[in-house]
């Protein structure tokens, strides 16, 4: 009897450690500051916090913190933190779905990178915003590249190139005041100014705050 409440005891001091931190995070990545998020997840590594955290929440933190490192486009330090996981992490689905997305963008196959971040099935409502304002940075990022490097340009290349839809290049398109040429239906690209690479694009700004107050409700 002694074990079992021992093991219990063990198993709440665990979920209660595990809603703390992702409610942390979570009031992070609603604030939409990557570089916070960054700084978060780089001194939880370096106070050795992995190796006291159970496997389930040492593991998330890797999540985000690989997540942060793509968003804020810091490959080189996305690839040293792969590396230096633990090889049983390393093995987790979502991990490598998340660092597949980062292979992609270190050769720069866009399309490949929106079919990496399209395909996956995401555990968390926290790692599942930070890839949704992966997915949306680079495209956005794509599209700019594509806007400089060409003139004029067919909207079947720019679907090819971008690894989306139709009716979503034509979406980014218009957005950016592209015009359209009449004779050839090719899209004319205006100049655009990068966006900036430390905040979050968060359509789900106020999902995450119910979850922060539900995160909050169970560590009380």
């Not at 450690?17 to 978060?40: C, F, H, K, M, P």
């Not at 090719?186 to 979850?211: C, H, R």
């Amino acid at each position: 009897r002694s074990a079992a409440m021992e093991l219990a005891n063990g198993a709440a001091t665990d979920a209660a450690a595990e809603a703390q931190v992702e409610a942390e995070l979570t009031v992070l990545v609603s604030g939409g500051d990557v570089g916070s998020l960054i700084r978060w997840c780089e001194e939880w590594e370096l106070d050795l916090k992995h190796s006291l955290a159970s496997t389930a929440l040492s593991l998330g933190v890797y999540k985000v913190h690989l997540l942060a490192y793509l968003l804020a486009a810091q490959l080189d330090l996305a690839r040293f933190l792969w590396r230096r996981t633990p090889p049983s992490l390393r093995d987790d689905a979502e991990l490598q779905a998340i660092w597949e997305v980062g292979r992609r963008m270190w050769v720069e196959d866009r399309a490949g990178v929106q079919a990496a971040l399209a395909a996956a099935q995401w555990s968390s409502p926290l790692v599942a915003t930070l890839a949704r304002a992966l997915q949306r940075r680079t495209l956005e990022d794509a599209f700019q590249v594509m806007g400089k490097a060409y003139s004029s340009i067919q909207p079947a290349s720019l679907v090819e190139k971008l690894g989306v839809p139709l009716s979503t290049v034509q979406e980014l398109a218009s957005s950016h005041g592209w015009t359209v040429d009449i004779e050839t239906g090719a899209y004319k690209p205006v100049p655009a100014e990068s966006p900036a690479v430390d905040s979050i694009e968060m359509g789900t700004l106020q999902q995450l705050t119910n979850f922060v107050a539900h995160l909050e409700r169970e560590i009380r």
